[in-house]
């Protein structure tokens, strides 16, 4: 079945990518295997062409690479990331965290880095917070980018390579197309300043407008892998 699925997104990632006039090789497809077990994850390594997979929580990324230590892939962490839970993560050298939201935090991350990868740098994504006070409870306010995004420039054991965006969730995903044109825009303003190259928007319901609007990465779970199963977290 996850092969399968996966052939299906990536007919619709070629489609979406040629109606945007962009190459294929422009988007980066994530798993996102939430909730799943390591196996699947194995299962669309041996099946399919992707490389790139994503979990929310820092103890199921753990686990999760551990368990497949094996593999060469792409380890993304996707989910809100509290500062007592980072040196856990930066343990297993994830090779992007998508979801930096404060200085707080961001002073967290250089200081594990400096002790315990000093030689290293650690490439982070900004999480904009699409304003929702009702429903969105993490992430940048969109006038605190700046100042943000110079603090991480200033770290030395950090690399700012893009923003990153969860829209609400709305009943019509096509409603959800000018939060993806408003993070563009903010990516091609911070750009003077920054190299933001990676701009992760768009999940199963919504990643064809999120490709048509430019994003370099999408992160699909439930479309791949199927619904998630709670009593395995």
């Known amino acids: 079945m996850i092969k399968e699925n996966y052939e299906s997104i990536e007919r619709r990632v070629c489609e979406a990518c040629a109606r945007a006039g962009r190459k294929r090789e422009s988007v980066t497809v994530i798993g996102v295997s939430k909730l799943h077990p390591a196996e699947a994850i194995r299962e669309a390594y041996k099946t399919t062409p992707l490389r790139a997979f994503g979990e929310n929580y820092v103890q199921e990324f753990c686990a999760k690479r551990d368990a497949l230590v094996d593999l ?46 000093p030689e290293e740098v650690q490439d982070v994504l900004i999480e904009v917070r699409h304003g929702d006070e009702d429903t969105a409870k993490t992430g940048c306010y969109p006038n605190q980018l700046e100042e943000l995004s110079e603090h991480i420039a200033r770290q030395r054991h950090l690399k700012l390579r893009g923003l990153m965006l969860i829209p609400p969730i709305e009943a019509d995903p096509a409603q959800t197309r000018h939060w993806f044109k408003d993070i563009f825009r903010f990516a091609a303003w911070m750009n003077d300043r920054n190299d933001m190259s990676v701009l992760s928007y768009g999940m199963s319901s919504d990643f064809e407008i999120a490709i048509e609007e430019g994003a370099t990465h999408v992160r699909i779970g439930t479309a791949i892998f199927g619904e998630r199963h709670v009593n395995e977290s």
Request: proline share 2%; charged share 35%.
């Open 72 to 117: 060469d892939v792409e380890w993304h962490f996707i989910g809100h990331l509290q500062r007592n839970k980072v040196r856990a993560l930066l343990a297993k050298r994830p090779t992007l965290i998508h979801t930096v939201d404060s200085i707080e935090l961001t002073d967290t991350l250089e200081r594990i880095m400096s002790e315990d990868r």
